[in-house]
């Protein structure tokens, strides 16, 4: 299709392995593209290629993921308006989440990373947050109650949705824009990241999956992630995002 630029294959360049001590050999400045100005190949080289991509990170999952996700968002945060303590944040909601996930990690393995149901909600840290609005305690527990359900409803429905979307064969397609960004679109969704860090995602799929870039597999992964990226509202790619 006319725009749409397939990212170029470093297959041609010697890469590490994880499987061998033999022929290994750091990639160098001179095989990678100048816009590999943000990171040093020899340090971030070193990668298994034991990794595989899941059918959780398709597309078509990650956009059903953030819808309701999102959702989800915003009930928490208007169950806080409705409780008086509305000073809206979002690392509250956020690090909620991954308090609820890191509490339960080991019963996650037969639920989504994001949406899962839970037997209690309310933890020390969400307490006292609420608390500082002077809330009684009643109030609390009603609180509480309600985001319990809220979120368990919401697992159990992105799982009916999940289980009922027809398959899809569509692809994410990525194209190069002229102000130094790529585009990713899948339907009607899209998603952009700078060419200096499109070059980087690009090499590290080869290296961690042993697949050539051009492949189908790689863009839809990069759209996945940067729609995650999205999902949780953050402020750069700096950050580490849970799930």
Not at 123 to 146: H, M, Q, R, T
Not at 217 to 225: D, Q, T, V
Request: hydrophobic share 35%; with cysteine.
């Amino acid at each position: 299709v006319d725009g749409e630029i397939v990212p170029t294959s470093l297959a041609s360049h010697t890469i590490i392995t994880s499987n061998s001590k033999q022929n290994k050999s750091l990639l160098t400045s001179s095989d990678l593209p100048h816009s590999f100005s943000i990171w040093n190949p020899n340090i971030n080289s070193r990668i298994s290629i034991n990794q595989t991509v899941t059918s959780e990170n398709t597309p078509q999952l990650e956009c059903i993921r953030q819808t309701s996700f999102s959702n989800l968002r915003s009930k928490f945060y208007g169950l806080l308006k409705e409780l008086g303590a509305n000073k809206k944040a979002n690392e509250v909601f956020e690090s909620w989440m991954y308090r609820m996930k890191m509490e339960r990690k080991d019963d996650l393995k037969e639920q989504d990373s994001l949406l899962f149901e839970v037997d209690s909600v309310m933890d020390e840290e969400l307490a006292d947050y609420i608390k500082g609005f002077n809330i009684d305690v009643p109030s609390i527990n009603k609180f509480s109650k309600k985001l319990e359900d809220i979120t368990n409803e919401h697992a159990k429905n992105f799982r009916k949705r999940v289980k009922s979307a027809p398959t899809s064969f569509r692809q994410a397609k990525a194209t190069k824009m002229e102000n130094g960004f790529w585009m990713i679109r899948y339907g009607k969704r899209s998603v952009k990241i700078s060419a200096a860090h499109f070059e980087k995602m690009n090499c590290m799929y080869e290296l961690n999956t042993n697949k050539k870039s051009k492949s189908n597999e790689f863009i839809n992964a990069l759209f996945g992630c940067i729609l995650r990226y999205e999902t949780f509202q953050g402020g750069g790619f700096q950050a580490a995002v849970h799930g």
